[in-house]
């Protein structure tokens, strides 16, 4: 099976060329049977601790992350390496796919994993793994201590299959079930369809079946962290309607939220679609098909991918006037909420070496700031920050370093800001949203 190694490319040029892979449900052999049962048999209902924190009864007034969850390293039990990090098979100074670094001074000793990169001053550069609970409970520990509401853990369907990469997707989710009962916070699966081919989307129903039965997903009463909006466990489905070549039809995606919405089982679900930034006028990244309208009035949540959309603050403005604003106002008169999406920055030089390293500027907050500040005058009122953690894409909100390794490969930096700016922010984001906090032009000062 092949696998595009990163995720929702922001670039539609680059897209068109990415999005062809086939996803087939293989034949198994004895062995691999043998691993999928014992994966399989590792998933159960939530039976930890759970506190009362952000209310996990509705999406609004919340600002919730997306959560790769799909780093992975040597030695980290998953057997898959150097996942996400590596770039052709390989990580090494000059061949890696993250353009951030992730900070590991909170981690302790166990959750750190040595690599061939070296800091300036020597010392052996460190990174995280996804597969590993202590970090993925930590991460959880920060949104509650930031105000982060919680986050849609990506789940993509093409790591649904090998029993290998569906184990690795199963411990991240069940790490982000616990870390969200144990601090508080709300967190919805999302399938991301990227890579998917024409048969693709059987295995979106197969795998949700997989964890309804098993691991009661959405409807276990011992798990009070997953979100419920409009009465309904909330499941996403990323990939809707894009024009960059993928397998699968509008009416495929129309017969999966069928089954999300009214599959007397399985369904009975508040469907939240992940959509081109031009849906609504069928242009550029989306689908000239007047079907995906029709489609788009099924679901209940409507979020249009931005990421890359704009590169300045003047360019926010213009984007939220142009598409936000006329965006929330179709979905308001059809009864659809709209989720609108922002991001601190964009950088993939170390996928791509003929981009440029810091592509998006961050600009010290500034920039997804002005976004927070213009989804609230367009009348948001919810908001999603893409990525809590994609060091691919340079998009993370946690905790990254200034002090990256030296060498062949370029890293961008926080530009000198505390490396948890970001989380910071995005907290003061979801008061802005909530109105807690008045829409200022600048950024809120830190007191501490």
């Given at each position: 099976?092949?696998?595009l190694?990163?995720a929702?490319l922001?670039?539609?040029p680059?897209?068109?060329?990415a999005l062809?892979?086939t996803c ?7 062995e691999e049977e ?6 399989l048999?590792?998933?159960?209902p939530?039976q930890g601790p759970?506190?009362?924190?952000v209310?996990?009864t ?5 600002v ?5 969850g ?19 098979r390989?990580?090494?100074p000059?061949?890696c796919?993250?353009?951030l670094?992730?900070?590991?001074s ?6 750190r ?5 070296r ?8 990174v995280?793994s996804s597969h590993q609970?202590k970090?993925v409970?930590?991460?959880f520990?920060w949104m509650r201590?930031y105000?982060i509401?919680?986050v ?5 369907v ?14 991240v989710?069940?790490?982000c ?6 601090y ?6 999302m399938?991301d ?21 098993r ?10 962290a997953y ?7 909330v499941v ?9 070549g993928?397998l699968y039809s509008?009416?495929d995606?129309?017969?999966l939220?069928d089954f999300f919405?009214?599959?007397k089982?399985?369904?009975?679900c ?12 069928l242009?550029?990244d989306a689908?000239?098909?007047?079907r995906l309208?029709?489609?788009?009035r099924?679901?209940d949540i409507l ?6 959309r704009y590169?300045s603050l003047d360019g926010?403005?213009?984007?939220a006037q142009?598409?936000?604003r006329?965006?929330a106002s179709w979905?308001?008169h059809?009864?659809i909420d709209?989720?609108?999406?922002v ?5 993939w030089?170390?996928?791509h070496?003929d981009r440029?390293?810091?592509?998006i500027?961050r600009?010290?907050g500034r920039?997804l700031?002005?976004q ?6 367009v ?6 920050v ?7 894409e340079?998009t ?5 370093t200034?002090?990256p390794?030296t060498?062949?490969s370029?890293f ?7 490396t ?5 922010l995005?907290?003061?984001g979801?008061k802005?949203?909530?109105g807690?906090?008045p ?10």
């Amino acid at each position: 099976m092949v696998f595009l190694h990163h995720a929702r490319l922001a670039w539609l040029p680059l897209a068109k060329a990415a999005l062809v892979l086939t996803c087939l449900s293989p034949a198994f052999g004895q062995e691999e049977e043998s691993i999928r049962r014992q994966v399989l048999a590792e998933l159960q209902p939530y039976q930890g601790p759970s506190v009362q924190g952000v209310v996990r009864t509705t999406l609004t007034g919340k600002v919730m992350a997306g959560y790769q969850g799909w780093f992975t390293a040597k030695g980290d039990g998953s057997q898959k390496g150097w996942f996400h990090y590596e770039w052709k098979r390989e990580f090494r100074p000059g061949r890696c796919s993250i353009d951030l670094w992730p900070d590991v001074s909170d981690l302790d000793e166990e959750e750190r994993y040595p690599t061939p990169f070296r800091h300036k001053d020597g010392r052996v550069a460190c990174v995280f793994s996804s597969h590993q609970r202590k970090t993925v409970l930590r991460h959880f520990e920060w949104m509650r201590e930031y105000g982060i509401d919680g986050v849609f853990v990506q789940r993509f369907v093409v790591q649904t299959i090998r029993p290998q990469d569906l184990h690795h997707c199963n411990v991240v989710l069940q790490h982000c079930r616990e870390g969200a009962n144990r601090y508080g916070r709300t967190y919805a699966v999302m399938y991301d369809l990227t890579g998917v081919g024409r048969d693709g989307l059987d295995q979106v129903i197969k795998d949700w079946k997989l964890l309804v039965d098993r691991m009661k997903i959405g409807k276990d009463r011992q798990d009070r962290a997953y979100l419920h909006h409009k009465g309904r466990p909330v499941v996403a489905i990323w990939g809707v309607g894009f024009n960059d070549g993928r397998l699968y039809s509008l009416t495929d995606c129309e017969r999966l939220i069928d089954f999300f919405k009214d599959d007397k089982t399985y369904g009975q679900c508040t469907v939240m679609l992940g959509v081109p930034a031009y849906w609504r006028t069928l242009d550029r990244d989306a689908v000239n098909d007047k079907r995906l309208h029709r489609l788009i009035r099924q679901a209940d949540i409507l979020s249009p991918w931005s990421v890359g959309r704009y590169t300045s603050l003047d360019g926010v403005e213009r984007f939220a006037q142009d598409r936000w604003r006329k965006d929330a106002s179709w979905c308001r008169h059809g009864g659809i909420d709209y989720l609108p999406v922002v991001f601190p920055g964009f950088s993939w030089h170390n996928m791509h070496p003929d981009r440029p390293s810091g592509e998006i500027p961050r600009l010290k907050g500034r920039f997804l700031w002005k976004q927070f500040v213009e989804a609230k005058k367009v009348g948001a009122r919810m908001v999603y920050v893409a990525m809590f953690d994609e060091m691919d894409e340079g998009t993370a909100i946690f905790k990254c370093t200034n002090d990256p390794p030296t060498g062949k490969s370029k890293f961008v930096t926080f530009e000198g800001l505390p490396t948890d700016h970001y989380l910071w922010l995005t907290g003061q984001g979801g008061k802005l949203i909530r109105g807690e906090i008045p829409p200022v032009a600048s950024p809120p000062r830190r007191t501490r």
